[in-house]
């Protein structure tokens, strides 16, 4: 009987919903309460002005009372360590003996640490580290600290900051050592800053005093709503809230924007920072909805396309033609690299030409590349979300200068990432994604129609009658590239123009020449 009773309350319910969902279609539909608490104080903050800062964590008021009392703990000084200048020494009450230094130039983990342990133990606290973070990888400029005892000066820590989130603690603990990674504590205030944009976002808020991050910061929360590189115009103005991060009284960059606003072509776009019901943190507008995708725009925010697919281009280093199987991105080293869509991490390995990459496989087969990089800043199997920053921008492998090589593949085979991404405005060029067998010849071109793809299959055609057209020549000793060429009825100059090489090119026996 109880249950019968429930069942007909819940059916009365079920209609009440409906007949109110009718009855209001029109109406906006009202914000969950917690994110409505969200926008309503974030739009309090906004409404200061820039010179005011919100100080988000504040310290306990007996520490309050006593620096009012006159009861200041004496500030840590720190002196030069005279045995090697390099280091600063200081001492710590609780940690013990702390040299602190930066990684120079032709450091490496092997060359520090051997100056405080023998290579026994060298090799013991390497080994123990490699499961957490390889020490083969430290970084030029990142600061370290080694921690002694005062009395005896055993070893007893390595400190060494891996990025601005994290750092590598390896211990001595019982004759053997122990790795764990931290993260990195920092002092948080909110600011609130408003620009008004003259040329370019960076621009814009370097003019405020504040540092082209905050630019990268902010494109990233609107990345989905805004195509940073074509559709600012002078007049455009933001605000946001954001938090800035200190360590030691000295400005470590940003953390999280809680909230902005961004006046784009005379429309306004809002993002609030908000707990979603997975219990993830991801940006909400003023109407409720998600502004998080699956897939975005670009890996970057708002910086430039530098070189497009092609798979016949002048390869910058070598001279040759070779195919060009992504698009490339000017990006100064350090940039923030985004992934794309939601999907799994498969490789973070180094691969050749593409120098530091990783390697992102999305649902249905589709992968993403990014070479290039000079930091990598996830790890193999790890799940990421469209947006999330993957790594940083750089120049390894073979490479020009700073850059990001961005490549979409299905399946490992390579097509242009302009088929899937409408890079000039910024949207997914179709819900539904149809890739043909023409996206994947030589003749691939980005700009035509969908449409005319599924009905003409000229271009399948032209490209089976071109590989069976192809001829090749196997060389042989005493081969000569005029003899080749008179074989065949060709010319010297076709052949190089083939196969990328000079007409002074050394011929290997065994190799394979193409002469049509």
């Not at 814009?204 to 990345?223: D, K």
């Not at 940039?335 to 939601?342: E, L, Q």
Request: proline residues 3%; glycine residues 8%; aromatic residues 8%.
């Amino acid at each position: 009987m109880r249950r019968i009773l429930w069942c007909i309350i819940s059916l009365c319910l079920i209609l009440l919903s409906l007949a109110l969902l009718l009855r209001f279609r029109d109406d906006a539909d009202p914000l969950p309460a917690p994110l409505e608490n969200v926008v309503s104080h974030v739009e309090g903050l906004l409404s200061l002005s820039p010179e005011h800062a919100v100080d988000e964590f504040k310290q306990d008021e007996e520490e309050e009372v006593q620096k009012e009392d006159g009861e200041e703990e004496d500030a840590k000084e720190a002196d030069v360590y005279e045995a090697n200048p390099r280091y600063t020494i200081e001492q710590d009450p609780e940690q013990g003996e702390v040299l602190r230094s930066e990684i120079q130039k032709g450091d490496t983990a092997g060359k520090i640490l051997g100056d405080w342990m023998d290579a026994n133990d060298l090799a013991e606290l390497l080994a123990a580290a490699k499961p957490v973070y390889a020490l083969t990888k430290v970084r030029f400029g990142q600061p370290f600290a080694v921690v002694r005892d005062p009395q005896t000066k055993a070893f007893r820590c390595f400190k060494y900051e891996i990025n601005q989130e994290k750092y590598l603690i390896v211990e001595k603990k019982d004759d053997r050592f122990v790795a764990r990674l931290e993260e990195i504590d920092y002092q948080t205030s909110l600011a609130v800053i408003k620009g008004e944009i003259k040329s370019t976002l960076s621009g814009a808020v370097t003019e405020q005093g504040e540092n082209v991050a905050l630019a990268i910061a902010l494109a990233n929360v609107f990345a989905s709503e805004i195509n940073f590189i074509s559709d600012l115009r002078e007049g455009d103005a933001f605000e946001v809230l954001v938090e800035k991060r200190f360590r030691h009284d000295a400005f470590e960059g940003y953390g999280r924007v809680l909230g902005a606003k961004f006046t784009n072509q005379n429309k306004q776009h809002t993002a609030y920072l908000f707990h979603n019901e997975r219990g993830r943190e991801t940006y909400y507008n003023a109407e409720g909805d998600n502004l998080h995708r699956e897939l975005l725009k670009a890996p970057l925010s708002f910086l430039r396309v530098t070189s497009r697919y092609s798979m016949a281009r002048r390869h910058p280093v070598f001279g040759n033609t070779r195919p060009h199987q992504g698009i490339d991105y000017g990006a100064p080293t350090g940039t923030p690299i985004m992934a794309v869509g939601d999907g799994v991490i498969t490789n973070i390995g180094r691969a050749g030409g593409y120098g530091k990459q990783v390697i992102i496989r999305h649902d249905n087969g589709l992968e993403t590349y990014y070479g290039h990089l000079s930091e990598r800043m996830v790890e193999p199997n790890q799940w990421v979300e469209a947006g999330q920053i993957i790594g940083l921008g750089g120049s390894t492998g073979r490479s020009t200068g700073p850059h990001l090589h961005f490549e979409t593949r299905y399946y490992g085979q390579s097509f242009d990432p302009e088929r899937l991404i409408d890079f000039k405005n910024g949207l997914l060029c179709r819900e539904t994604f149809l890739l043909k067998k023409s996206f994947f010849s030589i003749y691939s071109n980005a700009g035509q129609d969908f449409d005319d793809e599924i009905a003409n299959e000229e271009q399948d055609k032209k490209e089976a009658a071109e590989k069976a057209a192809m001829k090749y020549h196997r060389i042989k000793s005493g081969d000569t590239l005029g003899a080749i060429a008179r074989k065949y009825g060709t010319t010297v100059t076709n052949i190089c123009r083939l196969n990328g090489i000079k007409s002074t090119t050394t011929l290997r026996i065994g190799r394979s020449l193409r002469v049509r």
